[in-house]
């Protein structure tokens, strides 16, 4: 890489939206650091991005251990010597009634989207500052909206977007940005295997469905990449929503 190749670290890059994040990230000429715990898909992912000229490395990693976030964000500056841009892309989902949450699973849930993303953010400001960077958030629309039968993964998504805005005070007179993106239902893996209770209102579902077809995560993944990018100066403390038009209403 160049000497003025900006860095990005990028989790949940094996696979959804972390890995079109990757690729939208890498079009625009910056160089990644993939993070995920799926070990052989992320390297996948690397090996396919480095085929077409990315510069990529891949670092395993269950981002639900703050020693591990502290560990990736050390990694990526020890390789790259710099860290320009954090994606915490990362995010877990599971469907239950509220009074059937195992202990464990709702654990899981804000150890992966709430706490990692604030440990992560934690280890590399020092760095997004001397680089004069940003910080990337993925929420979502369940940040904003009631969203039956997900009770947890919402209010970590709420958490996730009070955690921007927080931050995004905090660090108002330093030469960085911290912004959040929500998206709304997406075409991608993050459902895959996983069944819906018995007894559900599908009608509350579909509340929160929207009229338009669900986005393709590349569409999603482009408001990122321009988030992440210069072309965002002006945008700091901002929750952007790439939903379909689902909160608007």
Known sequence: MSG???VALVTGAARGLGRAIAEALAADGIALFLVD?????LEETRGELAAKGATVVAHAADIASRANCVDAVAAAVAHYGRLDILVNAA?????NHATDVPEDEYRKIFA????????????ALPHIIAAKGNIVNVASQAAKLGSPYIVPYSMSKAALAHMTRGLAMEYM??????????????AT???????????I????????GGERPANEAAEVAAVVAFVASDRASAVHGAILHADGGVTAG
């Open 37 to 41: 715990i799926l070990a052989e898909r």
């Open 173 to 186: 007179e330093a030469p960085i940005r911290i912004n959040a993106v929500c998206p709304g239902t997406m």
């Open 112 to 123: 992966v989207n709430v706490d990692a993303a604030f440990f992560l953010s934690q280890a």
């Open 91 to 95: 995010g877990i989902v599971r469907f």
């Open 201 to 208: 209102d599908y009608a509350k579902i579909a509340r929160y």
């Open 189 to 199: 893996e993050i459902g895959d295997g996983l069944a819906m209770p018995d007894g």
């Open 4 to 6: 003025e190749q900006k």
